[in-house]
């Protein structure tokens, strides 16, 4: 399926302000943020490794359009949410232990651990001061907004490290973690653009309602990705997931069973050590045998009609629509 152009078009409008952002912090951290969104080498040189699927700042660029207003007005929160975004990146690479992102090494892997949490840091304090730098009503509404969303993706994010200790999650608790550890932040992603241009708050709620679906449509697949995935597509190794033993949907739809399958499961997860290539392997298969995939898939399919259904026949402009359908596609049906 061929990227949506809002995704380039929302890459050129945002990317010269995101550069300007990094560039206004300490040089300490200011080399290992570039080398992360792919700007430079580890040496600083420039580099064209490319900064991720751009999702967040092509969502706020819609939202400002689907009220009517220009792109450009998207601009400061587009920054602000990537930024945020990225900060969990640098600190969630940590947490997980991971050595590659991107198709290239973590910033942890690469510039240490104590660089890593502190530029992490700069990127979370820094999104509030682009929005703050003119505390228009609107700006202060936007950096209101980003806390709540931000408090709910560390909540989530704290309820994805305590699963690691429960030999049992079942599909509910799974989709509450993945609303505020995914959901929040695209909620926010999808709606700040409208909050910029002063819309009215049922069309910010809708395009909000919209973003958090899209997030829970967006993990789904990404859950499915972090087990059968081509590691050559996603710059991850294969079944990474399994191995860290992480509780993603599919692992929680069969733990929800309670019967061989999830007990085989458990088994697996309940082995002393690292995971083997063949334990990975024996997990995958009882994963997908007992309909953790498919289920998981059509998980994907129902909130993203749901996002769909939440920006339909509301007043939105119409060609912006069309836009967010096709990016939501896109997400749900990706391969990387």
């Not at 304090?125 to 682009?130: C, F, G, P």
């Not at 505390?135 to 980003?146: C, D």
Request: aromatic residues 4%; charged residues 25%.
């Amino acid at each position: 399926m061929a990227s949506p152009t809002v995704l380039e078009r929302a890459r050129l409008l945002v990317e010269p302000a995101m550069a300007a952002a990094v560039d206004r912090l300490c040089v300490e951290v200011r080399l290992p943020l570039r080398y992360h969104f792919g700007w430079t080498e580890p040496d600083g040189s420039p580099s064209d490794a490319g900064s991720g699927k751009g999702l967040r700042p092509a969502l706020a660029v819609l939202s400002a359009e689907a009220v009517g207003a220009p792109g450009s007005t998207a601009v400061p929160g587009a920054v602000a949410t990537e930024l945020v975004h990225n900060f969990s990146l640098v600190h969630d690479d940590i947490i997980d232990g991971d050595t590659i992102r991107r198709h290239r090494p973590t910033v942890w892997s690469t510039f240490g651990v104590e660089d890593a949490i502190i530029s992490g840091d700069a990127l979370h304090n820094l999104a509030y001061q682009v929005l703050l730098d003119d505390p228009t009503q609107q700006r202060v509404a936007a950096a209101t907004r980003l806390a709540t969303a931000t408090a709910a993706m560390i909540a989530g994010q704290a309820a994805d490290m305590a699963f690691d200790d429960m030999t049992g999650i079942d599909l509910e608790a799974c989709l509450a973690m993945e609303a505020d550890k995914t959901g929040a932040l695209l909620g926010y992603s999808a709606s700040v653009g409208a909050v910029l241009a002063g819309a009215t708050g049922d069309h910010i709620d809708a395009l909000e309602a919209y973003g958090r679906e899209l997030g829970l449509a967006f993990q789904a697949v990404d859950d499915v990705l972090g087990i059968w995935g081509d590691p050559s597509v996603t710059g991850k190794a294969a079944g990474n997931d399994l191995r860290e033993r992480k509780k993603s949907m599919p692992v929680a739809i069969v733990l929800s069973g309670h019967d061989e399958a999830a007990e085989q499961l458990r088994a697996v997860y309940g082995l002393e050590g690292d995971l083997t290539d063949a334990d990975v392997d024996r997990a995958t298969a009882v994963i997908e045998a007992a309909g953790g995939r498919d289920r998981t898939v059509a998980e994907a399919r129902l909130h993203l009609d749901a996002a769909l259904d939440s920006v339909a026949d509301v007043g939105l402009v119409d060609t912006a629509v069309g836009e967010l359908a096709d990016l939501a596609r896109f997400v749900a049906e990706r391969d990387f």
